[in-house]
T-cell receptor, first 117, second 109 residues
Framework: GAVVSQHPSRVICKSGTSVKIECRSL??????MFWYRQFPKKSLMLMAT?????????EQGVEKDKFLINHASLTLSTLTVTSAHPEDSSFYIC?????????????FGPGTRLTVL | GQNIDQPTEMTATEGAIVQINCTYQ??????LFWYQQHAGEAPTFLSY??LDGLEEKGRFSSFLSRSKGYSYLLLKELQMKDSASYLC??????????WGAGTKLIIKP
């Protein structure tokens, strides 16, 4: 089956620093990747949709200058949390939609737990 | 390795009851999630089970047996809008989410 990985799996950083999270599709090409934020035991909030080679589309209320997304290749998308603050502490999950596969099938990554001190 | 199994597709009739099973083998266990995802939309949280037993929320119920590595999502009084994919995900001992491939539920009139 299709595998999506994220790196790092967890990160702890100081307030004010920037953190980069990678999302990779390991055995397929992903034309579209999604970034979500999960609140404890609750819903996945879609933050943005990134398409390879073009600018990401951000959901309402998500600051694009704070959450920088780069979909540099068909297998890699990165989310950079700039000038992180404690309220950015969360579980960030990416998913990837494979090109050429069944429409709307998303494959989810294991998540990255960010803790900002 | 870690693995989650759920049926690829199920079909049920409007007004009926359907049970979607999920079995898992993971390194540790810190809870099991069920999400509903309509085509083209973000997943919607349905339930979170960390203790054995049945949890009921309206028409939806979720059951967990940790000793058997098994969960099911029970949908009652099915409505056409319940046609969606249902994702089972387990949080392992490292607090990583292991995802099932999803079950596509088709509701027929």
């Amino acid at each position: 089956g299709a595998v999506v990985s994220q790196h790092p799996s967890r990160v702890i950083c100081k307030s004010g620093t920037s953190v980069k999270i990678e999302c990779r599709s390991l055995d397929f090409q992903a034309t579209t990747m999604f970034w979500y934020r999960q609140f404890p035991k609750k819903s996945l909030m879609l933050m943005a949709t990134s398409n390879e080679g073009s600018k990401a589309t951000y959901e309402q209320g998500v600051e694009k200058d704070k959450f920088l997304i780069n979909h540099a290749s068909l297998t890699l998308s990165t989310l950079t949390v700039t000038s992180a603050h404690p309220e950015d502490s969360s579980f960030y999950i990416c998913s990837a939609k494979a090109s050429g596969r069944e429409v709307d099938t998303q494959y989810f990554g294991p998540g990255t737990r960010l803790t900002v001190l | 390795g870690q693995n989650i199994d759920q049926p690829t597709e199920m079909t049920a009739t409007e007004g009926a009851i359907v049970q979607i099973n999920c079995t898992y083998q993971t390194s540790g266990f810190n809870g099991l999630f069920w999400y509903q995802q309509h085509a083209g939309e973000a997943p919607t949280f349905l339930s979170y089970n960390v203790l054995d037993g049945l949890e009921e929320k309206g028409r939806f119920s979720s059951f967990l047996s940790r000793s058997k590595g098994y969960s099911y999502l029970l949908l009652k009084e099915l409505q056409m809008k319940d046609s969606a994919s249902y994702l089972c995900a387990v949080m392992d001992s490292n607090y990583q989410l292991i995802w099932g491939a999803g079950t596509k539920l088709i509701i027929k009139p």
